[in-house]
């Protein structure tokens, strides 16, 4: 008894793992430009949003595990491939910057040589 409990855990954390991995997916494929996707050479925004939305739809309103492992193996792609080009082709911020100024170099403000 005390088995089919731990078990139900498991899936449960498992289930939450795969929608947290469609979410923040789906997330970052919306908030990248369009144009990044061509420019870093990938499928295009439209292409991700829909296998990221059903791979989302899949795991909250159909949980058969071969459908959700499938989604969440296009969600890993998308992160470990297709976010880190697009980041690099937008001057690999999140939208906004992060400090400094536009002559900050790699090892801080460039000076000119003064």
Do not use: C, H
Not at 22 to 50: C, G, H, N, P, S
Not at 72 to 81: E, G, L, R, S, T
């Amino acid at each position: 008894m005390l088995r089919a409990g731990f078990d139900s855990i498991i899936w449960l954390v498992i289930g939450l793992v795969f929608i947290g991995m469609a979410v923040a997916a789906l997330v970052f494929a919306v908030m990248a430009r369009e144009d990044a996707y061509r420019a870093a050479d990938k499928q295009t925004k439209k292409f991700w949003l829909i296998v990221l939305g059903i791979n989302l739809a899949v795991n909250l309103l159909l949980p058969m595990l071969f459908l959700q492992i499938a989604g969440v193996i296009a969600a890993i792609v998308f992160m470990v491939d297709v976010r880190p080009a697009l980041k690099q082709v937008s001057g690999g911020g999140g939208g906004g910057r992060r400090g400094g100024s536009s002559s900050d170099g790699p090892y801080g403000p460039y000076n000119g040589g003064r």
